[in-house]
């Protein structure tokens, strides 16, 4: 019966010892939070690259090896064509998936000033991918090779070199 009890203490006090350790962690965790979290959802930083309205894109063209592509959408229909080869019946669901890559651009971080462009493949740029507006004004992305480090591709904002950005898979995927 002296053991039991030895070993009902020891059980008492090794849990009282865990009652504190869990209140000074969400006490320590509650007062070293400074607030500085910018979304309420949890989710990540990001950094705006390029951003218009998915209506206001009116030609998406892209080269990669070499080849270069272009869609154009039909302004009676809506739908999206190649004016290179017009017999061609394009799925409207991967140029939808593109159009959604495409008209809002965000990074996850980016590297200023610009080191060696080289480096990063983006002298020459990887893949190009341009879109005209219905303004008239084009934008172009420079995509550079991808960096399993920073789980994305490099870019760069319509040729400027003073910034890359870290674009993430998605935009190059769907092109």
């Given amino acids: 019966e ?3 009890m030895k070993r009902q203490k020891k059980l008492i006090s090794l849990i ?3 009652a504190v350790v869990v209140a000074a962690y969400f006490a320590v965790s509650h007062f070293t939070d ?3 979290d910018s979304s309420d959802d949890g989710q990540a930083d990001y950094i705006q ?6 209506d206001s894109i009116l030609e998406m063209s ?6 270069r592509y272009t869609l154009v959408r039909d302004d009676a229909s809506s739908d999206w064509y190649s004016p290179d ?6 799925d409207q669901t991967y140029a939808s998936a593109m159009l959604s890559a495409i008209y809002s651009v965000t990074a996850t971080s980016s590297i200023e000033p610009a080191d060696e462009l080289s480096e990063y493949e983006l002298d020459p740029a990887f893949m190009l991918i341009t879109v005209t507006l219905d303004t008239g004004e084009q934008y172009t992305l420079h995509i550079g090779m991808y960096s399993s480090f920073a789980e994305g591709y490099y870019a760069l904002d319509n040729g ?3 910034t890359i950005y870290i674009i993430p ?5 769907a092109f």
């Fill in 2 to 4: 002296a053991q039991v």
């Fill in 16 to 18: 009282a010892i865990l």
């Fill in 34 to 36: 400074d607030g500085t």
């Fill in 49 to 54: 690259v390029f951003n218009t309205s998915r």
């Fill in 62 to 67: 892209w080269e990669f090896y070499d080849n």
């Fill in 85 to 90: 080869i017009p017999e061609a019946q394009i």
């Fill in 160 to 162: 400027a070199e003073d």
């Fill in 169 to 173: 898979s998605s935009v190059f995927n």
